[in-house]
């Protein structure tokens, strides 16, 4: 086979060819690695963008409005005697003697046929609730002392009207409803006494009432 031989011109000319190229692509590489740093290097040395203050319509926007607090009026009373669960218990205006003794929850040798049952509440109360058989203590607030005889003008169960009954300590709307009903249907009291006939009057609401009625 005959030897083929390349001018040594073309071959020279090959090369640099080559050559020329190379030269182009580690240009273009560094070119472009210079662009990338530059970049870089911008963008670092860019001033920070601070955000413009918020108004006071978006301030207010996001605080919530308080809203004032309102709590009703409460009262302490003390139950003892015959419950399970003996103590001071905490209600609001208006509640009555039964809601105590049911939150106390009443023993089942409790009388509560003694106690007004409907009488309401107030505050610093003590309810002594007695077992059957047991007389019951005062359920009217706190020990004031006894009134001396003429100190007070006495209220006549026979003849005082609603208003005037309910001025008796101890005595409610209820209460002074019953006794009117009463005397109503069975005629006038004969004795102090008496009383415990009326629905809601016990033993210890008869001792609390004794020294203001007289008949």
């Given at each position: 086979m005959p030897e083929i031989v390349v001018p040594s011109g073309w071959s020279d000319?090959?090369?640099?060819?080559?050559?020329?190229?190379?030269?182009?692509w580690l240009i273009a590489a560094v070119a472009l690695v210079a662009v990338i740093a530059a970049s870089l290097v911008w963008v670092k040395g860019a001033p920070s963008k601070i955000a413009p203050p918020a108004t006071a319509s978006e301030a207010s926007a996001v605080i919530p409005s308080a809203s004032p607090s309102t709590s009703a009026s409460t009262i302490l009373v003390h139950v003892a005697g015959a419950v399970k669960r003996p103590?001071?218990?905490?209600?609001?205006?208006?509640?009555?003697?039964a809601d105590a003794i049911e939150s106390?929850?009443?023993?089942?040798?409790?009388?509560?046929?003694?106690?007004?049952?409907a009488e309401p509440l107030t505050?610093?109360?003590?309810?002594?609730?007695?077992?059957?058989?047991?007389?019951a203590a005062s359920v009217a607030p706190s020990a004031a002392?006894?009134?001396?005889?003429?100190?007070?003008?006495?209220?006549n169960v026979n003849t005082a009207d609603q208003p005037t009954l309910e001025t008796?300590?101890?005595?409610?709307?209820?209460t002074a409803t019953a006794i009117i009903d009463w005397r109503t249907q069975s005629g006038p009291f004969g004795s102090v006494e008496q009383l415990l006939?009326?629905?809601?009057?016990?033993?210890a609401t008869l001792e609390s009432i004794r020294p203001y009625v007289t008949i």
């Open positions: 000319k090959l090369e640099a060819l080559v050559g020329r190229r190379r030269d182009s103590g001071v218990y905490q209600f609001s205006t208006g509640a009555r003697v106390a929850s009443p023993r089942d040798n409790a009388d509560l046929n003694v106690l007004n049952l505050d610093a109360m003590k309810i002594d609730v007695p077992t059957r058989g047991e007389q002392p006894s009134p001396s005889p003429g100190a007070i003008a006495l209220v008796i300590p101890g005595i409610g709307p209820v006939e009326v629905s809601g009057i016990g033993p």
